[in-house]
């Protein structure tokens, strides 16, 4: 069991830039891989990015690319992401994800969820 709390969000003007965080805690030793998704009003969870456990590998959403970076705390159990050049089409609920192994990509095949963390972006 991973309990995942985010935080970070808030309004922000085009162009702008905010950093969100990812608390991990949990009683188990295991390694587990962490990502961000996002889910836009209307709109289904999508994926943005991911982290391994160690942090020698991440993975983006093409449409983040460039702007957007993960990151991992010495510890592990914190997470980063850093958004700059954020759009309006960017608003949305960001939320912590957790597994084991690798995130998938599918919302549906995660295991842990934090509660999530408004961005907004204005134009």
């Known amino acids: 069991q991973v309990q995942l709390v985010e935080s970070g969000g808030g309004l922000v003007q085009t162009g702008g830039s905010l950093r969100l965080s990812c608390a991990a805690s949990?009683?188990?030793?295991?390694?587990?891989?962490m990502g961000w998704f996002r889910q836009a009003p209307g709109k289904e969870r999508e994926f943005v990015t991911s982290?391994?456990?160690?942090?020698?590998?991440?993975y983006y959403a093409d449409s983040v690319k460039g702007r957007f970076t993960i990151s991992r705390g010495n510890a592990k159990n914190t997470m980063y992401l850093q958004m700059n050049s954020l759009k309006p089409e960017d608003t949305a609920v960001y939320y912590c994800?957790?597994?084991?192994?690798?995130?998938?990509?599918?919302?549906?095949?995660?295991?842990?969820w934090g509660q999530g963390t408004q961005v907004t972006v204005s134009s």
């Open positions: 949990t009683r188990t030793s295991n390694r587990y891989a």
């Open positions: 994800a957790a597994d084991l192994g690798v995130i998938p990509r599918q919302e549906a095949l995660v295991r842990y």
């Open positions: 982290i391994t456990w160690d942090g020698g590998s991440t």
